[in-house]
Structures are given as structure tokens and as C-alpha cells.
């Protein structure tokens, strides 16, 4: 089947830092990745995603790089800000599936 | 921009009721989706809909059913609510067949507790 592993949190930073939130996936096909945002209150949001191997994701400064190789799929930010704080969610897609396979969520807190 | 509505952010209900969540699409999306959100567990599906009247268990479908009358609308029904299913139940939508690369988008959430 399906999972999604990510590394445990929560994630404290201080401003400015570098981040890196780990995922790794189990896929029976050819899954599509996903990271998805969750800000304190409201619902998801997608952050970036990558449809096939070697495709990079990024948006708002965020990045994650597609690795077939180490099924992974990191999420990395070069300098995080406080309003980064929220919890992330990493995804998978499977070939043939329509619902996504989350993973557990990091809770990630920027200090200023 | 694509909005996907729940019709409650916060709802107390007792053992035993019955409970409806409602859900609603303004994009014309095929699919919709059920997810629950626990602390450590993430979201896990509880049931999907791809079309008008047709529908998917997922994951976790055991003390829940779903209807879906009209397309813009997805309905979650406790039939008969527990305190284990008091959680954050999440909405989404999408739109593409199987295996897309099209994205999920989330309503905001309804906290439901069961006293």
C-alpha cells in the first residue's frame, strides 16, 4: 500500500534559520508529491508539488525535489520567517488513485 | 479562486445524535473528499465521491456514510455520533480522473466534539 513517512516535530527555529522537514514515500506506481500547508484555524493549502522524478517544486521561498532514487521528497527553506509557522503536510498521489496518502504533519514554530 | 465551504467551524453534539456535515464546491469539480484530522495521525480519507450519487469508502468508513444529491455538494453523516469520532473533519475537492496531478483544495474544518 501507500504511506507517507515525516519526521516528527514539533520543529523550532529561530528567524532566518534554514529548514529542512523530511518525507519519504512507499508508492506502487508512479505517484505525484504534494506539500500542503496548514496555518493555526484554518484549512489546507497547497505549498508546491512535482508530478514525475527529478521535478523540483517550489513556491514562497519553499522548494522540494522529487527523488525517486531515495523515495523522498524534503522540503527545504533557505531563511524561514515567523508567519512560515504552521504544520506541513507531505502527500502522495498514486497512479490511478484520486485521494491523496498524508503524512502525520511537522508542526514547525519560528521564533523571532 | 476556487472555494470549497463547510457548513460549521465548530459543532458539540451528543452520544447518539445525528450528525450532518455539509460541504460545497464552487468549481465544478468532479471528485470530493471526507478526511478526518487527528495529532499524530494526520488526514486520513474516510470517503470520496467522483461523481453525482457514486461514491468510495476510504480508509476509515466504519460509523459513517456520505450522500451526494448534486455535484457542488458533498454531505458526511454520523448516524449515530461516539465520542471517538470527536476530531477535525476536513473537506476537498479536485477536479481530472484518476492518478491527476491536479490539486486538492480544503475547506476550513469543522471541529466536532462528542460529549
Known amino acids: 500500500g501507500n504511506s507517507v513517512t515525516q519526521m516528527e516535530g514539533p520543529v523550532t527555529l529561530s528567524e532566518e534559520a534554514f529548514l529542512t522537514i523530511n518525507c519519504t514515500y512507499t508508492a506502487t506506481g508512479y505517484p505525484s508529491l504534494f506539500w500542503y500547508v496548514q496555518y493555526p484555524g484554518e484549512g489546507l493549502q497547497l505549498l508546491l508539488k512535482?508530478?514525475?522524478?527529478?521535478d523540483k517544486g517550489s513556491n514562497k521561498g519553499f522548494e522540494a525535489t522529487y527523488r525517486k532514487e531515495t523515495t523522498s521528497f524534503h522540503l527545504e527553506k533557505g531563511s524561514v520567517q515567523v508567519s512560515d509557522s504552521a504544520v506541513y503536510f507531505c502527500a502522495l498521489r498514486d497512479t490511478g488513485r484520486r485521494a491523496l496518502t498524508f503524512g502525520s504533519g511537522t508542526r514547525l514554530q519560528v521564533q523571532p | 479562486d476556487v472555494k470549497v465551504t463547510q457548513s460549521s467551524r465548530y459543532l458539540v453534539k451528543r452520544t447518539g445524535e445525528k450528525v450532518f456535515l455539509e460541504c460545497v464546491q464552487d468549481m465544478d469539480h468532479e471528485n470530493m473528499f471526507w478526511y478526518r484530522q487527528d495529532p499524530g495521525l494526520g488526514l486520513r480519507l474516510i470517503y470520496f465521491s467522483y461523481d453525482v450519487k457514486m461514491k468510495e469508502k476510504g480508509d476509515i468508513p466504519e460509523g459513517y456514510s456520505v450522500s451526494r444529491e448534486k455535484k457542488e455538494r458533498f454531505s458526511l453523516i454520523l448516524e449515530s455520533a461516539s465520542t471517538n469520532q470527536t476530531s477535525m473533519y476536513l473537506c476537498?475537492?479536485?477536479?481530472?480522473?484518476?492518478?491527476?496531478?491536479?490539486?486538492?483544495?480544503f475547506g476550513p474544518g469543522t471541529r466536532l466534539t462528542v460529549t
Open positions: 476537498a475537492s479536485s477536479s481530472g480522473p484518476s492518478g491527476s496531478r491536479y490539486e486538492q483544495y
Open positions: 512535482a508530478t514525475k522524478a527529478d
